[in-house]
Structure formats: C-alpha cells, structure tokens
C-alpha cells in the first residue's frame, strides 16, 4: 500500500452511515487479503466534496488505495485531494470523465494492482457498500461487479433519468442476454484483465462510459453480474447530466450502442 494509505485514518465525515466497529468487521471479513485494491475517483470542480469522499472512502475501504484523477479542474479539487495525502493525477485540462477514468487504469495497470474500485467525488457512491461489490465478485467469480442503487434501495431517480436507465438496461438486456438495471452506474469493482483491456487507447470512450462499455466487455466473454449498493441524492457541484446534457447523452450513447454492433460485425467477415 502507500504510504498515504498506511497513515492513521481520520474520523468520518457528516453523512457516514456506519460505525468504526462495524466498519472495521467488515473489512477484516473481506477476502482481501492477496488483492491489492485501488479506489479510482475521476474528479472535475469537486472541492467541495472531494474531501469528505476521500475521509469516508479511507475508512470504509482501509485495505485499498486511492487515486483522485483531477479532470483538468478550475477550482481547488487537487488542492484538497493532496492535502488529504491521496495519490493524484492531474489533466492539463478537462478531457472528459470516460478520460479521466481511463488514466486511473493505466495507472492501476503500471502499478500492477489487481481490482480497481470506481467512485464519484461527488459523494453520491456509499463507500461502505464495497464490501458488496467485492464480496459479490469473490463469490460470483465475476469480471466486472456494478453497484445497482435499483436492487433494494430507497434510490429515487427523476423521470428523464429513469426513462433512460431503463431504455438502456433493455439494450443491454437484449444483447447480452442478462439483466442490468443500473447501466449508467459509475459504482463498480474490475479484476486486472478487465481494466488493463481498457487502458488501451481504442477501448474506452473518453465522455460517456456506460451501456456501451457492458456490451463490449460481454463480447470479450467477460462476466458481468450487479449488487446492490447504497446512493444518495447529490448534494454539491453539477451534474454532468444537467440541463440539456440528458439529451446529448443519449444520442451519444445510442451512436456508441451502434459503434460496438458495427464493430462486432466487422470483425465477424
């Protein structure tokens, strides 16, 4: 680990949801022990919250490292994150979160580390909940774990976001063949062979990964199963899917679904 991880975790912050105690049992059940675990957080104008992201991720995930990819940000998000004593990379500028996310796994790949744990820096993504996505991976032997807000939570979407989630979910259902009903959640956990496949440059979209991402990883015989995992409302910041960002993205998303089928059957002839 590094020695920014090694150092003593601080108390939580407003919001934390479980105790020490019970923090502390559940990292120690974790199967964890021969798995080295990088928490990857792409942030763009986030100082607001990267802070209290990082204190919670800390002591909810202590076996993990953490890397705070700062997206070319405008305010002081990598400020925060280095006096927080977190590994950090910094983008000259704003590349994109599907970037952002793709610097933290060629880092984890050069690193050599074996899962990588995607998180917002917004706060929304619950770090207590990685003991589900990990527990899921080591008992389902999956590839690729998604934290679904959908699968027994209180998560209320608005009603744009729900149509297009579930828009989504049918696309992913009817080319893969299985049931994801979060497809737009940035809560995941990835083994090696996944996020170094993505660390190639012609592998990862640079906007918006999501639907298209699960349908090129399960064409590559990759598994992918859900777990439930806990979200809260944003509180800080701005989404990335405000205003008329919905619209853009689902056009955006539906050219990239095309791409991947195309691409699939090019390579088929």
């Keep these: 680990m590094s020695q920014a991880i090694a150092q003593t975790r601080p108390h ?12 502390s049992q559940a990292a120690d059940s974790l199967p ?8 990857v957080i792409p942030a763009f104008n986030e100082e607001e919250s ?51 996310l793709q610097t933290g796994f060629r880092f984890a790949t050069a ?39 959908f699968l027994g939570g209180n998560y209320e979407a608005d009603l744009p976001r729900r149509i297009g989630i579930r828009l989504f979910s049918l696309i992913a259902r009817l080319f893969t063949g299985i049931t994801i009903t979060d497809p737009t ?26 639907v298209n991402i699960i349908m090129a990883l399960h064409k590559r015989r990759f598994k992918i199963v859900e777990t439930p995992v806990d979200m809260i409302e944003k509180r800080n910041g701005k989404s990335m ?3 008329l960002k919905p619209v853009l993205y689902v056009l955006r998303m539906c050219l990239a679904i095309v791409m991947v089928i195309v691409r699939g059957r090019v390579k088929k002839q």
Excluded: W
């Design 241 to 243: 899917h405000a205003g």
């Design 50 to 100: 990267i802070g209290g992201v990082i204190v919670n991720a800390r002591l909810h995930v202590p076996f993990a490292d953490i890397l705070v990819v700062n997206d070319g940000s405008t305010d002081s998000t990598s400020a925060v994150a280095k006096e927080r004593g977190v590994l950090c990379v910094n983008h000259p500028f704003n590349l994109g979160y599907g970037a952002a």
């Design 32 to 39: 964890t022990s021969i798995m080295n675990y990088l928490i």
């Design 12 to 23: 939580a912050e407003p919001g934390t949801v479980t105790s020490v105690q019970e923090t």
């Design 111 to 149: 690193r050599g580390y074996d899962c990588v744990i995607t998180m917002d820096a917004d706060g929304q993504h619950v770090p207590v909940s990685v003991a589900n996505l990990v527990n899921t991976m080591h008992h389902q032997s999956a590839d690729v774990v998604i934290g679904s807000r």
């Design 185 to 210: 959640s940035g809560f995941q956990l990835l083994r090696r062979s996944v996020f170094s496949h993505l660390a190639k440059a012609d592998n990862y979209p640079l906007d918006y990964p999501d």
